[in-house]
């Protein structure tokens, strides 16, 4: 970062007094999303003697210009500041922000009716453990019940090595956050855990790098913002009818299963698809099209346990010559005639593919097997899952997810939506995307079979694997958080995710000013 920072200014003759304006003005907005209505709020900002001091004093000027009642908290003596960071600080004060020379601990003292602490202490320079005041500061901000904001990163984070482990704690504390907003960049580190347990809710503030000043190997990995996964959204013509509106073909369900299938074309539906019709069972059929009102359900042959048989084979490729889009998988059963209709439907498949659960389980072993199509495709596996289409272990997965599932991707061609607490969407040609929605109220079953189905649903609609991939997991989890917000992450089931889906795409639609 500092590298993109000196060429910004340098080579490009934007200055830093510009970029702390921009990163502070960010940070603004996200402070204003946390508290609402901000006249009268008393907001407390720790601010150190670098570029980080320097956001928060911008910070401080914005929010006291709105109204709010701001004390800056400096943890140096100001004739130590240099440059924009300066700057910056004397105009927070000349508008009316109140600054507070910091000597020592016992100045310190958060008012109860604190509303927000915006933590501008340290960034991405701390090389190692902190010590004195900085440190002092830091114990106190996670002592107190107001919700914190960090600027770039949690102060005494450090992204290179990670949040401290548990037996450091109390000689290298470290923010806990509620909120980042990390500049410029995303940091993989405050994307995924553990690291997301101390930034919290992560938001990515573009400053104005300009792209020749970054890095290439910073190019490939991004993080969606609501505007861009606004951008994203399938349009409608006024003048639509079913048609227009994409055609879903899922290959679903078993005995005892037919929940992951119902879901998985309730989902499509409610995603924007025209028309879904799903391919099933035959003695499944009364109980799916009791489940499924607006869904076609078409009966296909069948093996003894009541699983799909090979004979269903020539029925699914005539309905794909009805669709726009595949998804297959879920609730399949993993009986060796149904895995092998699976790998040949898969490979003939004229449509793209969203391929999830039992249609994952078909490649155990076998994972070579599904870069043999002609259709692009996207997977939706979790870490197990993948374990078993890679032959890597689960644990190594899940200390690179990145890796992982880019490396998947690039081996098996297709889109991989490696699925977890910020969920890794990785195309073939390399670049990834981490999704920032979603709770651990999700970790319930059948909330994979909703993936699926909102994949596929957009998928119908006309758009690109990766791109339905990355808008569909971010519709996923805003629907799961929009379901939290009022059932709680306790008791929230699948089917409130396809509930909350039409709120969260109208969220969306209606814009991002609401955070």
Same mark, same amino acid.
């Given at each position: 970062?500092?590298?993109?920072?000196?060429?910004?200014?340098?080579?490009?003759?934007?200055?830093?007094?510009?970029?702390?304006?921009?990163?502070?003005?960010?940070?603004?907005?996200?402070?204003?999303?946390?508290?609402?209505?901000?006249?009268?709020?008393?907001?407390?900002?720790?601010?150190?003697?670098?570029?980080?001091?320097?956001?928060?004093?911008?910070?401080?000027?914005?929010?006291?210009?709105?109204?709010?009642?701001?004390?800056?908290?400096?943890?140096?003596?100001?004739?130590?500041?240099?440059?924009?960071?300066?700057?910056?600080?004397?105009?927070?004060?000349?508008?009316?922000?109140?600054?507070?020379?910091?000597?020592?601990?016992?100045?310190?003292?958060?008012?109860?009716?604190?509303?927000?602490?915006?933590?501008?202490?340290?960034?991405?320079?701390?090389?190692?453990?902190? *010590? /004195?005041? $900085?440190?002092? &500061? +830091?114990?106190?901000?996670?002592?107190?019940?107001?919700? !914190? %904001? @960090? =600027?770039?990163?949690?102060?005494?984070?450090?992204?290179?090595?990670?949040?401290?482990?548990?037996?450091?704690?109390?000689?290298?504390?470290?923010?806990?956050?509620?909120?980042?907003?990390?500049?410029?960049?995303?940091?993989?580190?405050?994307?995924?855990?553990?690291?997301?347990?101390?930034?919290?809710?992560?938001?990515?503030?573009?400053?104005?790098?300009?792209?020749?000043?970054?890095?290439?190997?910073?190019?490939?990995?991004?993080?969606?913002?609501?505007?861009?996964?606004?951008?994203?959204?399938?349009?409608?013509?006024?003048?639509?009818?079913?048609?227009?509106?994409?055609?879903?073909?899922?290959?679903?369900?078993?005995?005892?299963?037919?929940?992951?299938?119902?879901?998985?074309?309730?989902?499509?539906? *409610? /995603?924007? $698809?025209?028309? &879904? +019709?799903?391919?099933?069972?035959?003695?499944?059929?009364? !109980? %799916? @099209? =009791?489940?499924?009102?607006?869904?076609?359900?078409?009966?296909?042959?069948?093996?003894?346990?009541?699983?799909?048989?090979?004979?269903?084979?020539?029925?699914?490729?005539?309905?794909?010559?009805?669709?726009?889009?595949?998804?297959?998988?879920?609730?399949?059963?993993?009986?060796?005639?149904?895995?092998?209709?699976?790998?040949?439907?898969?490979?003939?498949?004229?449509?793209?593919?969203?391929?999830?659960?039992?249609?994952?389980?078909?490649?155990?072993?076998?994972?070579?097997?599904?870069?043999?199509?002609?259709?692009?495709?996207?997977?939706?596996?979790?870490?197990?899952?993948?374990?078993?289409?890679?032959?890597?272990?689960?644990?190594?997965?899940?200390?690179?997810?990145?890796?992982?599932?880019?490396?998947?991707?690039?081996?098996?061609?297709?889109?991989?939506?490696?699925?977890?607490?910020?969920?890794?969407?990785?195309?073939?040609?390399?670049?990834?995307?981490?999704?920032?929605?979603?709770?651990?109220?999700?970790?319930?079953?059948?909330?994979?079979?909703?993936?699926?189905?909102?994949?596929?649903?957009?998928?119908?609609?006309?758009?690109?694997?990766?791109?339905?991939?990355?808008?569909?997991?971010?519709?996923?989890?805003?629907?799961?958080?929009?379901?939290?917000?009022?059932?709680?992450?306790?008791?929230?089931?699948?089917?409130?995710?396809?509930?909350?889906?039409?709120?969260?795409?109208?969220?969306?639609?209606?814009?991002?000013?609401?955070?």
């Amino acid at each position: 970062m500092r590298s993109i920072d000196r060429r910004t200014i340098e080579e490009f003759h934007i200055s830093g007094y510009s970029l702390m304006e921009r990163a502070g003005f960010a940070v603004t907005q996200a402070a204003v999303q946390m508290m609402g209505d901000i006249a009268g709020k008393r907001v407390e900002i720790l601010c150190g003697k670098g570029n980080n001091g320097g956001d928060g004093f911008v910070v401080g000027r914005l929010l006291t210009e709105q109204g709010a009642d701001v004390r800056c908290l400096l943890l140096c003596e100001r004739t130590t500041l240099e440059g924009a960071t300066r700057k910056h600080m004397d105009q927070a004060e000349h508008g009316g922000a109140r600054i507070t020379e910091v000597a020592d601990g016992s100045q310190i003292d958060f008012l109860p009716e604190t509303d927000l602490i915006v933590d501008a202490i340290l960034g991405t320079g701390l090389k190692g453990p902190i *010590r /004195s005041l $900085a440190a002092h &500061a +830091i114990t106190c901000i996670n002592k107190h019940n107001s919700p !914190v %904001l @960090s =600027v770039d990163v949690p102060s005494g984070f450090i992204p290179e090595i990670g949040p401290p482990d548990e037996k450091d704690r109390a000689s290298w504390p470290c923010v806990l956050a509620d909120r980042t907003v990390t500049i410029g960049l995303m940091k993989v580190e405050l994307a995924t855990f553990p690291g997301k347990k101390w930034s919290g809710q992560l938001d990515v503030a573009d400053i104005g790098f300009p792209p020749e000043a970054i890095e290439a190997e910073h190019l490939w990995l991004s993080m969606p913002s609501c505007e861009e996964i606004q951008a994203m959204l399938p349009g409608r013509k006024q003048d639509a009818h079913k048609g227009d509106c994409g055609r879903v073909v899922i290959v679903a369900g078993s005995v005892g299963m037919t929940g992951a299938a119902s879901m998985t074309a309730s989902a499509a539906m *409610r /995603s924007g $698809a025209g028309m &879904a +019709i799903l391919g099933a069972p035959e003695s499944l059929v009364d !109980v %799916l @099209s =009791v489940k499924l009102t607006e869904v076609m359900v078409r009966p296909l042959p069948e093996t003894s346990e009541h699983s799909l048989s090979l004979d269903a084979e020539q029925g699914v490729q005539s309905l794909l010559e009805w669709g726009d889009v595949l998804a297959i998988g879920p609730g399949l059963s993993q009986q060796p005639e149904t895995r092998e209709l699976v790998r040949r439907v898969v490979a003939q498949s004229p449509c793209p593919l969203v391929i999830d659960a039992d249609g994952l389980n078909a490649y155990s072993g076998q994972g070579k097997m599904l870069a043999q199509r002609t259709s692009e495709a996207v997977i939706t596996p979790h870490v197990v899952e993948l374990s078993r289409l890679t032959g890597s272990k689960a644990e190594e997965i899940l200390s690179d997810r990145i890796v992982a599932a880019r490396h998947a991707a690039q081996q098996f061609e297709l889109v991989v939506a490696l699925k977890g607490t910020g969920t890794v969407v990785a195309s073939p040609d390399g670049r990834v995307s981490i999704n920032p929605t979603g709770n651990p109220g999700m970790a319930t079953a059948g909330a994979g079979d909703v993936l699926t189905g909102i994949t596929a649903g957009l998928m119908a609609q006309g758009m690109r694997a990766f791109e339905a991939a990355v808008l569909g997991v971010y519709l996923h989890g805003l629907s799961g958080d929009i379901a939290a917000v009022t059932l709680g992450t306790r008791s929230l089931m699948a089917s409130d995710l396809i509930t909350c889906l039409p709120q969260a795409i109208v969220q969306m639609e209606s814009g991002c000013s609401n955070g």
